[in-house]
């Protein structure tokens, strides 16, 4: 007797088939581990040290800078895309990127490059060669309307003070020496006192 050889059934072998090229076909995702596609590239494959969101008029700009920490004398960028909140149109005009320290004592501003939309992104490169808190200012013209808007950067470590702590800091010692200056006045005036008392 003769077995018969079973072969599997056409459509079982299409959907099989149908199967495996889907497993293998390649994916194509906007956001890689919470990172939208725009933020990625060959040089940055570190996240962001800072990324915001904000709003100006009817624009919503997301704004990122690289690498995570970003360190005097060592080349950095910062990554804007500018959209219109209604539709969700990119900008598509020139963005002026410029920069000053975030200090009351410094008015000082720099202006870091104009850029044209990269892949609807606007990126400016920048290097520092100071450890501080800047302000990056953005301005870009649409509709008929100037736009400018303030996103902070930090370059180097962060001071471990913060100005709350340097403020209470300041009155602590100025109370301490205020206080040292009180008891020398006073031990002066006692040590008068007993020479006076000592040539009568």
């Given amino acids: ?45 570190t996240p962001p040290s800072i990324q915001l969101e904000t709003q100006a008029g009817v624009y919503f700009l997301n704004y990122m800078a690289f690498p995570a920490f970003p360190r005097p004398e ?35 501003v720099e202006v870091l490059g104009v850029q044209d939309p990269d892949d609807n992104v606007f990126r400016q490169g920048f290097l520092f060669h100071d450890t501080g808190d800047y302000i990056v200012t953005a301005q870009f013209e649409a509709d008929g309307q100037a736009y400018s808007v303030d996103f902070p950067l930090r370059i180097g470590e962060p001071w471990p003070l913060g100005p709350v702590t340097l403020a209470i800091g300041a009155a602590v010692i100025g109370l301490v020496g205020l206080s040292l200056l009180q008891r020398k006045r006073l031990l002066r005036a006692k040590i008068r006192a007993a020479r006076q008392d000592a040539g009568r």
Avoid: C
């Fill in 74 to 108: 060592e080349p950095g960028r910062i990554h804007l895309y500018v959209s219109r909140i209604d539709n969700g149109e990119p900008v598509q005009n020139k963005v002026t990127f410029k920069v000053r320290e975030n200090s009351w004592f410094s008015s000082a």
């Fill in 1 to 45: 007797m003769t077995m018969a050889k079973t072969m599997p059934s056409l459509p079982l072998t299409l959907i099989l088939g149908l199967w495996f090229a889907a497993l293998s076909w390649p994916a194509h995702a906007h956001h890689v581990l919470g990172r939208p596609s725009y933020g990625l590239n060959e040089d940055s494959n």
